[in-house]
């Protein structure tokens, strides 16, 4: 006689490739928000699931900056350099991946950056082009994969950030009230 199947709670249907791709990321990084090896084991097994479709993804949407002319590229980051804020040793200054440019220099920069870009304009458009068709990709909306794999809230400790459970919404189950009456009975008196 073989084991009942566990009952598969339906998920908000469709999802967003993207929205795959992020179920996938946080998977990945959610093992010190389970106090408990079957919690994280159960983390991993989802995303096991999600593996496959999540790497196709995240390979589709990493090819898109292989269509980046490097000559461009190579330019825009040349005049980036040479139009920067520097800092007291005369380095770039850098934030959040890109230069700050210099705002005595901006007018400049703005007028390099405006040729560079007629000099590439078939192949920035070509890019444009592409990233139009990648970010209707990412948009679209496909089943969410099939699963039994459920969290209970209570299993969380409080390492799990608001993001975490944004993200992993669809599989947690509120025990929350199954809790606090447990933490109720356990006071003494």
Same mark, same amino acid.
């Given at each position: ?11 908000? *249907?469709?999802?967003?490739? !993207? ?58 980051? @040349? ?5 920067? @804020?520097? *800092? ?34 078939? &192949? ?32 969380? *400790?409080? &390492? ?15 025990? &929350? ?8 009975? !356990?006071?003494?008196?």
């Amino acid at each position: 006689m073989s084991e009942p199947e566990a009952e598969v709670i339906p998920l908000k *249907n469709p999802i967003a490739r !993207a929205g795959v791709v992020e179920i996938f990321e946080v998977l990945g990084t959610i093992k010190g928000a389970f106090d408990e090896v079957i919690h994280r084991w159960k983390a991993a097994a989802l995303r096991r699931q999600f593996k496959d479709l999540a790497e196709t993804i995240v390979e589709f949407r990493e090819d898109i900056q292989k269509l980046v002319p490097k000559e461009f590229q190579e330019q825009r980051e @040349a005049l980036c350099r040479t139009h920067a @804020a520097k *800092n007291k040793e005369g380095a770039p200054i850098v934030a959040n991946n890109s230069y700050i440019i210099d705002p005595a220099k901006q007018s400049e920069f703005d007028t390099a950056l405006g040729e560079l870009r007629i000099k590439h304009k078939d &192949s920035i458009d070509k890019y444009d082009d592409e990233i139009k068709k990648i970010n209707a990709f990412l948009r679209a909306d496909i089943e969410m994969p099939k699963t039994d794999i459920r969290f209970k809230l209570s299993w969380f *400790n409080t &390492s799990a950030t608001q993001e975490m459970l944004e993200v992993l919404f669809p599989f947690i189950d509120d025990d &929350s009230a199954d809790t606090e009456a447990k933490k109720a009975a !356990a006071k003494p008196a």
